[in-house]
């Protein structure tokens, strides 16, 4: 059984977070930006962490309204849906995980306004971590 990839995807920047190899914990890796090399950025960590699912955030407002995030959020997993052949990509519900992340890392010290980068990662380590969660818990 592979690692498990989380993506908190942004406008700006991708959060990035993976599993350890008994799929228990996730761990922050530095944010993408999000530009032309975002899906070869990740097809790399895909091959070289054997990874074999891929759970991108979709972010909808507390409403459950879908947002401009939404959409673009909708578009990411469909683009990797056709790029990965060799691990399965699903989305996961991400309402609240940046919230989260940065009142963790405010715990931490860390202010977010000077460490956007690592919010971001930190979001997607929630994300992951509230995935891998839930497969313990069935």
């Known amino acids: ?59 909808v407002a507390l409403s459950g309204r879908e947002t401009a995030s939404t959409v673009m959020a909708d578009g990411l997993f469909h683009e990797l849906r056709a790029a990965l052949h060799h691990a399965t990509v699903i989305q996961w519900d991400e309402r609240l995980t940046t919230q989260e992340a940065t009142r963790g890392l405010h715990a931490a010290g860390h202010r977010s306004a000077d460490h956007r980068d690592r919010v971001d990662s930190a979001a997607a380590v929630v994300l992951l971590q509230h995935y891998l969660d839930g497969l313990r818990a069935h």
């Open 1 to 59: 059984m592979g690692r498990i990839l989380g993506l908190d995807p942004g406008s700006k920047r991708c959060g990035v977070a993976i599993s350890d190899s008994a799929r228990t914990m996730a761990f922050p890796r530095p944010a993408f930006t999000v530009d032309d090399s975002l899906l070869v950025l990740i097809s790399q960590i895909v091959d070289d962490e054997s990874v074999d699912l891929v759970v991108v955030g979709r972010p």
